[in-house]
């Protein structure tokens, strides 16, 4: 059975920093690709990064420099480091996997995390 179970979401002040995790099983880690969402309420759930088995990857426009993708293949765990933070930074971050790589299209994962909650306001 496929888990994925995010954390290190909460309040931080714009320009502050936070680093997610989601932690999964081993079989999906090495092989599938994998991905950061985030959604606000009302609004369709946003693509940022994605990362596939090979480690090549992408990043949203609207992360890009200030937001990094790792993997710990040891720990099981997809990080990302999100620095210089914004209060449109704001939402509920979700890390997604599937067996082949779908970019940005929210509907190409088939494996979702809970999610973990980022807020960003002084």
């Known amino acids: 059975q496929v888990q994925l179970v995010e954390s290190g979401g909460g309040s931080v002040q714009p320009g502050g920093s936070l680093r997610l995790s989601c932690a999964h099983s081993?079989?999906?880690?090495?092989?599938?690709?994998l991905a950061w969402f985030r959604q606000v309420p009302g609004k369709a759930r946003e693509g940022i990064v994605y990362i596939d088995s090979d480690g090549t990857g992408d990043y949203a426009d609207s992360v890009k420099g200030r937001f990094t993708v790792s993997k710990d293949n040891t720990k099981h765990t997809l990080y990302l480091q999100m620095n210089s933070l914004k209060p449109e930074d704001t939402a509920m971050y979700y890390c997604?996997?599937?067996?082949?790589?779908?970019?940005?299209?929210?509907?190409?994962?088939?494996?979702w995390g809970q999610g973990t909650q980022v807020t960003v306001s002084s």
């Open positions: 997604a996997a599937a067996p082949v790589c779908g970019g940005y299209d929210s509907n190409a994962y088939s494996y």
């Open positions: 081993t079989t999906i880690f090495s092989t599938y690709c």
